[in-house]
């Protein structure tokens, strides 16, 4: 399972949100590229990385944020305000290894499918959903699509990664939406990510007995209920 500590970026910071409520946000660092940097430290190599400001309007904002990211030397993957072919190629030319498509692939199939051609694995969606229903604009508008419809669909498309987010749980340290996930990881043909309330070792025990392809980290490691380190050394192989 290959551990992605994430960073998600707000106004230039580094911060955190509870259930992607924007008017509950916890600034953890004023520089997320000394967060990158101290995760490879740690032996991670592979980072998530999220702009809510692009997630919110629909345009990329922390572009040169993300370009000092991916100096530091990770596997970059990243998202927030893709929505054009475009978006795609600027975010591979900052340093990017994937782009996650969210709202975007929801709105326009076409437009997944047509990024999976020219992009192939470099293209990842994400489905980021509140009671089996997903989520878009920055998760504060329901799309009616139920998750797991959408997941077979976006693998039909050629999508070879998604990456899987129970809204409920993100930011909560309540623990991993650990059947929900592993059910999805069974339903489709892809590889999938875990992500949302990842915040105990027990989480990632239980995630590691499932075909789940990897796990998301946020405030699990900023607060310190989680080392990275130790994480790594037990759960990524």
Excluded: C
């Excluded at 470099?122 to 959903?129: S, Y």
């Amino acid at each position: 399972m290959i551990i992605y500590p994430a960073v998600d970026i707000r106004g230039g910071a580094a911060v955190r949100l509870l259930q992607g409520d924007f008017e509950r946000e916890t600034v953890y660092e004023s520089d997320p590229a000394a967060v990158a940097r101290r995760y490879k430290e740690a032996g991670a190599t592979h980072i998530h990385v999220v702009d809510l400001d692009g997630a919110r309007t629909g345009e990329p904002m922390n572009d040169e944020i993300i370009r000092r990211i991916a100096r530091a030397g990770l596997f970059l993957q990243t998202g927030g305000g893709i929505r054009s072919i475009e978006d795609i190629e600027r975010k591979l030319a900052l340093g990017a290894n994937r782009v996650v498509l969210g709202t975007a692939a929801v709105k326009n199939p076409g437009f997944v499918r047509e990024a999976v051609e020219k992009f192939g694995e470099a293209v990842a969606v994400g489905i980021d959903a509140r009671d089996g229903v997903v989520a878009v604009s920055g998760w504060r508008e329901s799309s009616g699509a139920d998750a797991f419809a959408f997941a077979a669909e976006v693998a039909e498309a050629g999508v070879s990664t998604i990456i899987f987010t129970d809204i409920a749980r993100d930011g909560m340290m309540s623990g991993a939406s650990v059947g929900e996930t592993a059910r999805l990881a069974e339903s489709v043909p892809v590889k999938i990510i875990a992500s949302g309330g990842v915040s105990s070792a027990d989480d990632l025990e239980k995630l590691s007995g499932t075909r789940v392809h990897g796990a998301i980290i946020g405030k699990a490691l900023f607060t310190g209920a989680l080392d990275l380190k130790e994480v790594i050394e037990k759960y990524q192989n």
